[in-house]
């Protein structure tokens, strides 16, 4: 049997449904007989359908909801069609959920998953990743699973978490990534994973990204590289003491993420290592992002725009040459 | 003395003769006008740090609003409801804290003026964007509905200038969508700080909006006490009873600035002169003196209880201590374990 990447955010909401009566999907489209425009909610909605609810075109309201529902005990996952459309809805999950508990001593345990990154053909509104954008606002976790086993234990575990949860799942792995079965318990949440043991490069990295600097890694085997990949599976918090323990015994980092290059996941981690362990570098750090303009349309420009295996090849040979 | 309500025991107004129901009803406004009024010295005096936001002119509607809600309801009210606030049970030693920064005040110095509230015991701490608390008084009421309550309500309070935001729209959209039970009452002060309702919107009246959404709707003279009462009670017993969800909109003048920083200036004689520019709190006495529902020395001496009530409260916060930097716990999530960076 193979599950895919899809399959186990289905499954984890499956047997979160099954397992607790707090927890309700909240969404367009996840309900009824569609499931989802990814089918991540696929026959949900028969097995619990006062649980698994329709919503209208309101991000704003659906979020709002949520946390309304939240304070009161229950444990909404909010649906966003994409990751994109979260914008409109960026009021209530950083000014409304991200300061209940520092303003109120209530916590408001919501999970937002957000189908993020980009795919070929969907141009500058369906193609986001927005981490970055979360991870900035106090009061918020942010999720990355890059793994089919982490996509089904971590939203396990943003559920069972009192705090919001902002959960990036990631469209292109969607259907490409599979696993053999399901795992029961994953690492703790905010733990960093060696995804590739190495030592003379880190790159450090999460989401689809790691995929990428996984392929990257083994084509570097072959020229008698190796390459450490940290996958960092949630990027707020963000585990430092992982990276900075791989940095130390390979003296070179790369940081790789999809989203825009000003500010950002990666430009927070070049931050804290030159901070805290500039000693342990061989060489400048080197972050690796998309280009900083909207995200095309066209697979010739996407495949440009986004960071691939050939450009993160080309920059860590450059940094392993420094 | 009137003690500030404890919700589930201050069924009077709910059975109450109409009488003693408009008299606890005017009391709680004399006592909101009365703290504001102190509230406002305070900030003259240079004591209180940010803004100071009062709803005089606005009393009857807001108190309407508290008094018929009861124990288990939600009430999401805004930053001209403090006669309402009062009335579903805030301490007005919260009121106070809030504002003077007290470490014991329920934002404990985190945040401050209006934006306060205690959401466990119902009532809502407000976000400053309008419109926002709409979907998320919504969100409490699915949350009672699934854990099976019945008999509860919630009342979310707007203004015509909230009303204009996109949030606003959404939550009340989905309210009907959801069938909960809620009464929105929106009180048309007529400015949006500055701004005229002839550039907040070009409908005949917001009223009409209510059949577009799928709710049930009333227009009030918010000036008048015993209407604002007896509309308000009615669209919570409807909402309550599984009727669609009420808007109210009440139309009044607010009586002061958007905050005490502002002057107002941009009033225009005319709007003062318009019958809902009146203070809904002279035509409350107004009427217990004509029809004779207390006399003088009684109103004196409710005023008199007010101003002590107040003086205490102000009283007590300015004897509490104000948070500590040092001390503050720096943590904007409850799980500690996930602190990024911890100090």
Known sequence: MSITYLEAIREAQAKLLRDDERVFIYGQDVGGTFGGAFKATKGLAKEFP?????????EDAIVGTAIGAAMRGMRPIVEMQFADFSSTALNQILNHAGTHYWRTNIPVPITIRLPSGGTKGSGPFHSQSMESVYAHYPGLIVMTPATVEDAYTM????????????YCEHKYLYYH???????????PTGRARIARQGRDLTIVTYSAMVQESLAVAEELARENFEIEVVDLRTVKPLDTDTVLASVARTGRLLCVGESFPWGGATAEVIARVTSEGFHLLDAAPVRINAKDTPIPYHP???SAHRPGAKMIAAKARALLKE | MLQTAQRGKKSSAKKAAPHERFLEAFRWMLLSRTLEEKLVSLYRGGQITGGVYIGKGQEAVSVACGLFLQKGDIFAPLIRDQAGRSA???????VARTYLGSRQGPMRGRDGNIHRGKPSEGQLAMISHLGAMVSVTVGTLMAKRFHGEKNFVGLSC?????????????GMNLAAVEQVPLVIVATNNHYAYSTPNDREFACADLVDRAKGYGFEGYSIDGTDLSTCLDVIESAVKRARAGRPPQLVVASV???????????????????KRQPFAQDCLKLAEKKIVDLEMADDATLQSWREDAAKQVDEAIATAQKEAAPDAEKEDWCAISTRELVDQPE
Do not use: C
């Open chain 1, 50 to 58: 006062n649980r698994v609810l329709n919503t209208p075109i309101s």
């Open chain 1, 155 to 166: 939203l396990i575990d943003a559920v069972a978490i009192d705090d919001p949860v902002v």
């Open chain 1, 177 to 187: 990534l599979k696993a053999n079965k399901l795992p029961d318990k994953g690492l």
């Open chain 1, 300 to 302: 010739n420009l996407w």
């Open chain 2, 88 to 94: 579903f049970g805030e301490p007005i030693v919260d």
């Open chain 2, 158 to 170: 707007i203004g015509e200038g909230g009303m204009q935001t996109g949030s606003f729209h959404e």
């Open chain 2, 253 to 271: 003048l607010r009586l002061s600035g958007h905050g005490e920083h502002d002057d107002a200036s941009y009033v225009t004689d005319e709007m």
